[in-house]
């Protein structure tokens, strides 16, 4: 049993960067496979970013890659998203997920969810 509480959402404006957290509970968070997700008004979720449970395999989206960095804290129990230079088409609800592995992370076969931050970026 795992839960999990993003937050560090916010409104910036273009060109500027956010950091997102995702806390989670439990003994075994280096077990999962941790990723972010993102879902705009009116679109489905999208998968932004994965990292594996011992942090040694990341993978982005294509439209956030170079802009956009995962990592872990496996001692917190805490999975982070660095934002730079933040775009308008980046505003979404953004959720972490927490699976058995990358692949599945990829994919949204997350076995955990968290309730989601808003981020809204103005041009």
């Known amino acids: 049993q795992v839960q999990l509480v993003e937050s560090g959402g916010g409104l910036v404006q273009a060109g500027g960067s956010l950091r997102l957290s995702c806390a989670a509970s439990g003994r075994t968070f280096s077990s999962y496979a941790m990723g972010w997700f993102r879902q705009a008004q009116g679109k489905e979720r999208a998968f932004v970013a994965g990292v594996s449970g011992s942090a040694g395999n990341t993978f982005y989206a294509a439209s956030v890659k170079g802009r956009f960095t995962i990592s872990r804290d496996n001692a917190k129990n805490t999975v982070y998203l660095q934002m730079n230079t933040l775009k308008p088409e980046d505003t979404a609800v953004y959720y972490c997920?927490?699976?058995?592995?990358?692949?599945?992370?990829?994919?949204?076969?997350?076995?955990?969810w968290g309730q989601g931050t808003q981020v809204t970026v103005s041009s």
């Open positions: 997920g927490a699976g058995r592995s990358v692949g599945a992370v990829l994919t949204g076969d997350a076995d955990y």
